[in-house]
């Protein structure tokens, strides 16, 4: 019998019997057996380093192509597992110490970016500082995820710029897939990828892929042939299988399809066109129109288009105006006379239509080109069209300008010589002040284009020229001090959160204003002098639950009784994190309201009774942020991640 200790000799009884037992040191016992120690979950990669720097033998084994580094890896970063192949054998000391630099790097340049571009609407090209790292793709997104993935109330600011990076490097990633979309012939084009691009595109952070998709739409075949079999069990397309290039030649066996296809889609899954709420942005991405059984003609005919091409019928696109179609032809194929196809309305419930009743749908008639076939590009281009035009409709939020963005750089990624969009960009990112320099990119290349539009680019030209200047000499932000004497009636501080006495909107106070500092034909549109105070009261910029930002006179708010958390997207932008009762103020917005926090923490202690005052104090201590990415115990836990010895 063998003991396994430091060394020397001693003595253990067996069944009666005193021998002397041979001690080992650990290092004696066969590496597999090491390995598997080294792999238990409690031990972490600093364990490990240690471990590795006792003895040759012990670093022997945890070589960096061995177990013990391959399932560190694994265990600290278990979403990069899809990357590597099953029992891929490769350097995971050498990719563990990558993963953990490029962890490091992207923090400091989130943390960076959130100090820089606060009074920035959007960030603009400075997600280039990430692309610049010349990190793994695939790290930077596992970090930034593991940034978002964490406590849902610490690090606001820090998940807040996070997000929108992640939002940029996949936006990129998608743009480069479109332009080898694009580089295709068209005859290999598909309608339903390019659909799932534009998706994609315009939700870059949302769970879709063209494998996923096309999956759905495999169940939804497989419900069509399940009807169509009990119709005629030796139809040819019951004998396609995913991934076949098949045509039914038969018209009779197409027109079975069709309708096995409509009882199906519109009848037994409920798929129908989206009438109440028809400029929803939600109803052009396929995603949405798969999840909600909802969409716009567009949507819903490629969806329709798509399933009948699997079952063997060849349906057309028609971008006939307000209302898209397809076509499907009746009589020899190839045949130019509009006369000869059936137009099929897929948000009409797969209504099947005369070329003279396709203009009862519009109330007019229309020349021949309309009734045409048009290419999957042009499909695209009226898709993105739809979107361009649901962002020009918006309300000028964030939401919409976001939309407006995403749907112009698609149309100008498939169509880059559009002056009229290629000058709407142009306006766009004026008028929100970013990427000056991309401005007077575009406006040079507009001017190429088209000379006739001097007037419009040489106005755009010297204002932003003049934007670059300024941004060279950056205005120092005004200081709020609630001491000063021109404050005394301000009784609010960022960071509470509030109600609206007449409109009842919950909602969390960023910013405010001793008196309303807005336009005097805003004040007459809103009313304002018919609160008893008029404009000669603090106002209270607030964001608020529904999404939207809203300037608030002082007597049309109260305390809320019960806090909650507002969700608002730019709640990371000016708060670090939310304390059960209150929002704490990141580093750049005390810096302009450097007294708010304690008057904040005084309120809630005097409303809610839930600090005394020497835990109140405490808690004072604990909420003071050491950066705009969240507390103290953040920045620990990031001194411990450099700390790393190796």
């Known amino acids: 019998m063998a003991t396994y200790g430091a060394g020397g000799q001693g003595y253990s009884g067996l069944n009666g019997m005193v021998s002397e037992t041979e001690h080992k040191i650990m290092t004696d016992l066969p590496a597999e057996l090491l390995e598997y120690i080294l792999c238990f979950p409690v031990l972490k990669h600093v364990d490990i380093c240690n471990v590795s720097c006792s003895c040759k033998r012990l670093h022997d084994v945890c070589h960096g192509r061995g177990k013990v580094w391959g399932h560190q890896y694994k265990l600290r970063w278990p979403r990069l597992q899809k990357h590597y192949r099953q029992n891929e054998c490769c350097d995971w000391l050498k990719e563990y110490r990558t993963r953990h630099t490029v962890g490091l790097q992207i923090r400091r340049t989130v943390v960076s970016i959130s100090k820089r571009f606060f009074t920035e609407v959007v ?37 807040y710029y996070a997000k929108k990076i992640l939002y940029f490097l996949r936006q990129q990633n998608i743009l480069r897939s479109l332009k080898m979309f694009l580089e295709q012939p068209a005859e290999q084009q598909s309608a339903l990828e390019g659909a799932v691009l534009v998706d994609q595109y315009c939700n870059p952070l949302a769970d879709v892929s063209l494998d ?50 409509n009882a199906v889609l519109y009848e037994q899954l409920q798929y129908k066109g989206n009438e109440c709420d028809y400029y929803n942005p939600l109803n052009s991405y396929i995603h949405q129109v798969l999840l909600r059984r909802t969409g ?12 009948a091409r699997k079952l063997g019928v060849q349906l057309e696109p028609v971008n006939f105006p307000n209302h898209f179609l397809l076509r499907w032809c009746q009589h020899q194929r190839g045949s130019g006379d509009i006369y000869d196809f059936v137009y099929i309305d897929a948000f009409g419930k797969g209504k099947q239509l005369t070329a003279k009743e396709c203009e009862y749908l519009i109330g007019h008639q229309v020349t021949a080109d309309y009734y045409s076939a ?23 939020n964030e939401k919409s300008y976001q939309l407006l963005r995403d749907s112009l750089d698609l149309y100008l990624t498939i169509n880059p010589d559009n002056v009229q969009y290629l000058l709407l960009q142009a306006r766009l990112y004026f008028h929100l002040g970013i990427w000056p320099e991309k401005v007077l990119d575009i406006l040079q290349h507009i001017q190429a284009l088209d000379p006739s539009q001097h007037g419009a680019v040489g106005y755009l030209v010297q204002h932003t020229l003049e934007h670059i200047q300024h941004k060279k000499h950056p205005v120092e932000p005004e200081v709020k001090r609630r001491s000063a004497p021109e404050h005394v009636e301000v009784q609010y501080s960022v960071g509470l959160i509030m109600k609206h006495k007449r409109s009842g909107y919950n909602c ?12 005097q ?43 909650l958390e507002i969700a608002h997207p730019e709640v990371g932008r000016y708060f670090s994190e939310f304390h059960d009762s209150h929002y704490v103020a990141n580093e750049e917005l005390q810096t302009r309201y450097p007294e708010d926090m304690a008057e904040t923490l005084g309120t809630v202690r005097d409303l809610y009774h839930r600090l005394t005052p020497s835990s109140g104090q405490a808690s004072g201590q604990q909420e003071s942020p050491k950066g705009p990415g969240g507390s103290s115990q953040d920045q620990k836990s990031q001194e411990n991640q450099e700390a790393m010895p190796m």
């Open 123 to 159: 960030l603009g090209d400075s997600f280039a500082e990430i692309e610049s790292l010349g990190a793994p793709e695939h790290f930077c997104e596992d970090e930034l995820l593991s940034i978002l993935n964490s406590d849902r109330r610490k690090s606001l600011t820090l998940k």
């Open 374 to 396: 048009i290419s999957t590009t042009e499909v695209l281009l009226r898709m993105v069209g739809n979107l361009l035009n649901i962002g020009k409709r918006g309300e000028g």
């Open 212 to 261: 996923g998709i096309s999956s759905q739409l495999e169940e939804i075949t497989d419900k069509v042939k399940k009807m169509l079999r009990m119709k005629n069990s030796s139809h040819p397309s019951l004998r396609v299988t995913q991934g076949d290039c098949f045509a039914v030649e038969d018209f009779e066996l197409e027109r079975q399809v069709v309708v096995a296809l």
């Open 508 to 519: 969390v106070i960023y910013g405010w204003d001793p008196k309303c500092t807005m336009s």
């Open 521 to 563: 034909e805003w004040i007459t549109t809103m009313r304002v002098h018919q609160l008893s105070s008029g404009a000669n009261q603090p106002f209270y910029n607030v964001l608020v639950q529904d999404g939207t930002c809203r300037y608030a006179a002082q007597e049309n708010l109260e305390p809320h009784s019960a806090p």
């Open 296 to 307: 716009i003609p567009i949507s819903l005919s490629v969806l329709y288009m798509t399933l």
